[in-house]
């Protein structure tokens, strides 16, 4: 099973809004709604931010959301503050009842 | 609270063995699919396998890259999975964590645990 396809890095202003896109195949992100996305500081534990595509885990801000079209899902950060700046990974379920990780994607809060 | 600690992390050969452990709290650990994912230092996220629960006939499956070489098993009364690593290499190098599902993502992770296989 190959990795989902995310960008290396994006970047973003303070206040702004960007999207991190994870790209894969109808055997994973085009197969089901098990779509989940995670933030990642350095050194510590990733944490769900996303999960079924869409919906946020209690406590997590309003300003992470999620969508999918086809074999592509993203992930939008809207109002970027200073804390945001992280590693994200997207991750899916397969068809092959396993799970696969995205390679990551660098946020930089200009 | 929902809490998930990784242990056995080592230093060991090419060759080797080293067997993880995952102890859980605040939930009902028997009820839940286990899974184990780790990260090569500077890399990304890297699925290895899971458990499921006694429901689903504790059914693993595992990454392309373990497969064969990985085994995940469980103990539910003491609360506790485990992963065994057999024949390990050296880019088997990395922070393994344990975790578990909330619908479709992962929302409990423990510290991770560090194996370094080196000579």
């Not at chain 1, 702004?16 to 050194?43: F, L, M, R």
């Not at chain 1, 931010?49 to 300003?63: E, F, L, N, T």
């Not at chain 1, 945001?84 to 799970?99: I, L, R």
């Amino acid at each position: 099973q190959s990795a989902l396809t995310q960008p290396a890095s994006v970047s973003g202003s303070p206040g702004q809004s960007i999207a991190i896109s994870c790209t894969g195949t109808s055997s994973d992100v085009g197969d089901n709604n098990y779509v989940s996305w995670y933030q990642q500081h350095p050194g510590k534990a990733p944490k769900l931010i996303i999960y079924d595509v869409s919906k946020r885990p209690s406590g997590v801000s309003d300003r992470f959301s999620g969508s999918k079209s086809g074999n592509t899902a993203s992930l939008t950060i809207s109002g970027l503050q200073a804390e945001d700046e992280a590693d994200y990974y997207c991750s899916a379920y397969t068809t092959t009842s396993t799970w696969v990780f995205g390679g990551g994607t660098k946020l930089t809060v200009l | 609270e929902v809490q998930l600690v990784e242990s056995g992390g080592d230093l060991v050969q090419p060759g080797g063995s080293l067997k993880l452990s995952c102890a859980a709290s605040g939930f009902t650990f028997s009820d839940y699919a286990i899974y184990w994912v780790r990260q090569a230092s500077g890399k990304g996220l890297e699925w290895v396998g899971r458990i499921r629960s006694k429901t689903n006939n504790y059914a693993t499956a595992y990454g392309a890259s373990v497969k064969g070489r990985f085994t995940v098993s469980r103990d539910d009364s003491k609360n506790t999975a485990y992963l065994q690593m057999n024949s390990l290499r050296t880019e088997d190098t990395a922070v393994y964590y344990c975790t578990r599902t909330l619908g479709g993502g992962f929302d409990s992770w423990g510290q991770g645990t560090l194996v370094t296989v080196s000579s």
